[in-house]
């Protein structure tokens, strides 16, 4: 049985056969009924599995036409919405095999490791409930056929135009929020990227008549245009002349430092603690760098600190330099700003479901080809997962059929609570609570944090083995089953 959702979202699949398009539902609705398990698991037989790997094998099947259905259906969810955040950002596909690499595979931050790289454009409400991947960017790096040194790549780098450079990805990015931009009039978009993304190329870039902005992390402290007014030449000292605006109350999430020999203060490792900063906000030009290609023009943009004065000791200091084209005339807007930055986290959180939830490293295919088709599909099972876990929190009271099918919340009420059915759905915030249980959640009395995302998908695949079990056994099943009253 397919998915009613997998159904929905592969509604216009045009991989150039019908047939091809039936199977992309099926493997979609298998490998999301069971994220964790391995292909042949997911499938549950030989002829399905067969016809799953002759899928990713055929040439018909590339990581755009697999994904091109999803991003319609994505353009439908942004179709609704006034402001749409569009978050992207890179991510490792470590494919490392001891016995036998990857055919096609690239080498990684070093030869010894090898695979490739995924870079998502996702659409995101500013409530941080995930629309959908817009663009998606696979690639693998290719090996150098003369060994060269650090500083030998360095020049290389600075001679060669931003189109013959992985940067270029960033640009793209930008390009396909301008293209959306265009589609939907309606809509504000805001490009949201991490410090990976400050190439000045991005910030000169047009932006189709100021309907998209741009919102990037500044990694370096760029040289100004000269102004009369003031002699200070660079950005971060240009803000910390301007006044703190407010002080705000954070969040600092945890991180633990990849290797002990890491040195760069961003990749340090840190507790999770609460942090008050500072916010502070100016308008300035940057003078634009030189390039090979020819000079750039300079560029206005607005410029948002928010530092914390005083970090508890043996604790590196916050610090986010923000380069946007957002308005900072009143607080509130400059607020906005912050917001919409920290709704960044939310593509690290879709890279965490891809690779721990849906295990997408562990896939064995000897192509590399094959295996971005199959990322491709894991792609959009992650987004479902974490849209479930989203949409609970930003609309609890919404009936929760509006997510899940009938057999979905029977089977889990009666699993989990033992109780008759209700005359009436429960609310989305109930139901969700409920399949979190199913993957380890406790459910416990006023309890304030919801539930995260490895619950929820632990959680909804018990979920579908339930409502299929439902579907076949309990009230209201075909003939030729036997039925089991379970109202």
Not at 11 to 40: F, Q, V, W
Not at 130 to 147: E, I, K, N, S, Y
Not at 271 to 281: F, N, P
Request: proline fraction near 7%; glycine fraction near 4%.
């Amino acid at each position: 049985m397919i998915a009613a959702w997998a159904k929905d979202e592969m509604a216009t699949a045009a991989l150039g056969d019908k047939r091809l398009n039936k199977r992309l539902e099926r493997i979609l609705s298998d490998l999301g009924s069971k994220p964790t398990a391995s292909i042949p698991a997911a499938c549950g037989g030989h002829k399905e599995t067969t016809a799953a790997y002759r899928f990713f094998d055929n040439e018909k099947s590339t990581p755009e036409a697999i994904l091109q259905s999803h991003v319609d259906q994505t353009k439908q969810r942004i179709a609704e919405q006034p402001i749409v955040l569009l978050v992207q950002d890179t991510s490792e596909l470590d494919l490392t095999r001891p016995e036998q690499q990857v055919v096609d595979a690239g080498p990684l931050d070093t030869d010894a490791r090898r695979g490739g790289f995924v870079h998502p454009l996702h659409a995101v409400t500013p409530d941080s409930t995930p629309l959908g991947t817009v663009h998606c960017a696979f690639w693998t790096r290719q090996d150098d056929t003369v060994p060269k040194t650090a500083a030998e790549k360095r020049r290389e780098r600075r001679a060669a135009p931003i189109e013959d450079k992985e940067s270029m990805r960033w640009l793209e990015g930008l390009r396909k929020a301008r293209d959306l931009a265009q589609e939907f009039a309606h809509v504000q978009f805001v490009c949201i990227a991490d410090s990976e993304a400050e190439i000045y190329e991005l910030f000169s870039e047009p932006r189709g008549k100021q309907r998209v902005h741009f919102l990037i992390r500044a990694c370096q402290n760029r040289a100004l245009e000269r102004d009369p007014d003031t002699r200070t030449k660079h950005l971060r000292q240009r803000v910390l002349e301007s006044p703190v605006l407010f002080t705000q109350e954070i969040t600092v999430r945890g991180r633990k430092a990849k290797t002990s020999c890491e040195t760069r203060e961003r990749r340090q490792s840190r507790q999770t603690r609460k942090a008050i900063v500072e916010v502070l906000a100016a308008a300035m030009t940057l003078r634009p760098p030189s390039r090979p290609e020819g000079k750039l023009p300079p560029v206005t943009v607005h410029i948002v600190l928010v530092r914390e004065a005083n970090p508890p000791a043996g604790e590196p200091a916050v610090e986010w330099l923000l380069v946007t084209t957002l308005p900072i005339d009143t607080i509130d807007q400059v607020r906005q700003v912050v917001q919409y930055y920290c709704t960044l986290w939310i593509i690290e959180i879709l890279f965490r479901v891809l690779k721990s939830g849906c295990r997408v490293e562990e896939r064995r295919f000897e192509h590399m080809k094959r295996f971005e088709s199959c990322a491709a599909v894991y792609l959009i099972v992650a987004w479902r997962t974490l849209y479930v876990c989203r949409l609970g929190r930003s609309m609890p009271d919404i009936d929760c059929e509006t997510v899940f099918e009938p057999s979905e919340w029977k089977s889990v009420w009666r699993i989990v609570k033992g109780e008759a059915l209700p005359s009436t759905p429960p609310k989305l915030s109930v139901m969700i609570a409920l399949v979190a249980q199913l993957g380890g959640y406790i459910n416990r009395p006023n309890r304030k944090d919801p539930p995260g995302p490895q619950t929820i998908w632990l959680g909804m695949q018990r979920m579908y083995d339930l409502a299929q079990a439902w579907d076949a056994f309990g009230p209201g099943a075909r003939s030729g089953h036997h039925r089991v009253e379970l109202v």
